[in-house]
Each structure stands twice: as structure tokens, then as C-alpha cells.
């Protein structure tokens, strides 16, 4: 069972953008782990996705707003 769901606020635990999870697949015992797809928009506003798994990445807890230097 993963702590993420469709719709959390993300961001990896090394820094960058405020993410949307859009996806979480797999389970602990799979090879893989769990894979989590992350959206978000760039400083142009392009659209991005990317699939990190969980242990690179913590849930929101509002203290950082968008982009952040780091």
C-alpha cells in the first residue's frame, strides 16, 4: 500500500517543482516497488510527466509554493 493517491501534491525529496500524482502502480513486493507518475508545468507552462518511485519522493506540506531554488 503506497501513501500517495490520484490527486496528492508532491515534490521530490531533493527539491524542484510542486507536482500532481497522477498515477501509483505496483506494490512494495514488486520488483519496481511502487511507481508514482507525476505531472506538473514547467515555467513555460508546458505540460510534464514523470514516474519516480515513492522513496524519491514526499508529500506536500504546504510550506513551499510552486518553483523553489534548491
Known amino acids: 500500500m ?3 493517491a490520484v490527486g496528492n501534491t508532491v515534490r ?3 527539491g524542484g517543482p510542486l507536482m500532481s500524482v ?3 502502480t505496483g ?3 514488486d520488483e ?3 511507481l508514482v507518475k507525476c505531472d506538473w508545468t514547467d ?3 508546458k505540460p510534464q510527466s514523470v514516474v519516480y518511485r515513492q522513496e524519491q519522493i514526499e508529500l506536500d506540506d504546504g510550506s513551499v509554493g510552486g518553483f523553489f531554488a534548491g
Open 32 to 34: 519496481d516497488g511502487v
Open 2 to 4: 503506497s501513501d500517495f
Open 12 to 14: 521530490l525529496k531533493c
Open 43 to 45: 515555467k513555460t507552462d
Open 22 to 24: 497522477g498515477a501509483v
Open 27 to 29: 506494490s512494495a513486493g
